[in-house]
């Protein structure tokens, strides 16, 4: 008689890389000076520049991440900056 086959184990899962926390600031393009943080309670998401005080918060929900935060920050520079450009011409 024959020894059974053992059931082969599944391959270990792959660990997703975490991502940043930290980043650099959009107006005084220093690196590694904006902290992202997101308060859970209050549903608010907040990036503080440590080096010139600026800051920007927005609406979080249970998915949103630092970068998320970061993201949007930049996207409303942008939007603001070419608005004024439309205004200016």
């Not at 940043?20 to 393009?29: E, G, H, K, L």
Request: aromatic fraction near 6%; include cysteine; glycine fraction near 4%.
């Amino acid at each position: 008689m024959g020894k059974r086959k053992s059931a082969a184990k599944p391959p270990p899962k792959k660990r997703m890389d975490k991502l940043d926390t930290v980043f650099s600031c959009p107006f005084c393009n220093h690196g590694s000076s904006v902290e992202c943080r997101i308060d859970m309670k209050n549903l608010i998401g907040e990036a503080n520049c440590r080096i010139c005080q600026e800051s920007f918060s927005t609406t979080a929900n249970a998915l949103t991440e630092a970068i998320d935060i970061y993201s949007e920050w930049i996207d409303e520079c942008e939007r603001v900056n070419t608005v004024e450009d439309d205004d200016g011409a």
